[in-house]
């Protein structure tokens, strides 16, 4: 059964500074990756979606890694600014046919001003 | 172009009543998923259309819950009787096809008293 975990579970930096959010999974057999964010009481909002085949997609200021094989992605937002507080989900799609996504309970990012 | 909506946003209903949850997806959006957030943990995978069709309805928690897609448009989630532990936030997303990326409403919030 696939498991999702992220870490930090929350994190708050200053304005300004590249942070590093991390997600891993138990089960490398997977279809993609999608990063989400949600703001409080709203829906997600779809950041980046990574193929298994590939390493690392970007927009903007945000640039997400995969290493399948060890069932890690990171997610890297640089310059971050106090509009990027919100929280921070990881979801991976099964291989085999399943279209379900597994979620992360998610990283809570606070950006102080 | 309108994204998914869902409707209501949010609903009170006590212990053995009927409730209803709607769901627009993306207009030409074949594939409709439905998940859940209860208090404290991870959102959950509930059932995934394609068109009409149940293509996997593995996440469904028991029989009090019906979905249902007639003409392959909008969906309807019912839950019949509630219970407490049903409550929580319901989100449907929908993909222009498998694999694709997915696109998620603003979730019903429903609480069950």
């Known amino acids: 059964k696939q498991e999702v975990t992220q870490i930090p579970a929350a994190l708050s930096v200053p304005e300004g500074e590249n942070l590093v959010l991390n997600c891993s999974f138990t089960?490398?057999?997977?279809?993609?990756l999608q990063w989400f964010r949600q703001d409080p009481g709203k829906g997600l909002t779809s950041l980046l979606l990574i193929q298994s085949s590939q390493r690392e997609q970007t927009s903007g200021r945000l640039n997400a890694s995969l290493d399948k094989s060890s069932g890690r992605s990171t997610l890297y937002i640089a310059a971050s600014q106090p509009g990027d507080s919100a929280t921070y989900l990881c979801a991976v799609r099964p291989g085999g046919g399943a279209d379900g996504l597994t979620f992360g309970k998610g990283t809570h990012l606070i950006i102080q001003p | 172009e309108a994204g998914v909506t869902q409707f209501p946003s949010h609903s009170v209903i006590e212990k053995g009543q009927t409730v209803t949850l709607r769901c627009d997806p993306i207009s030409g959006h074949d594939n409709l998923y439905w998940y859940r957030r209860v208090m404290g943990k991870e959102i959950k995978f509930l059932l995934h259309f394609v068109k009409e069709s149940k293509q996997d309805e593995s996440g469904m928690p028991n029989n009090r819950f019906l979905a249902e897609r007639t003409g392959g448009t909008y969906s309807t989630l019912k839950v019949q009787p509630a219970e407490l532990e049903d409550s929580g936030v319901y989100f449907c997303a929908s993909s222009q096809d498998r694999g694709h990326e997915q696109f998620f409403g603003p979730g019903t919030r429903l609480t069950v008293l």
């Open positions: 089960d490398s057999a997977i279809y993609n």
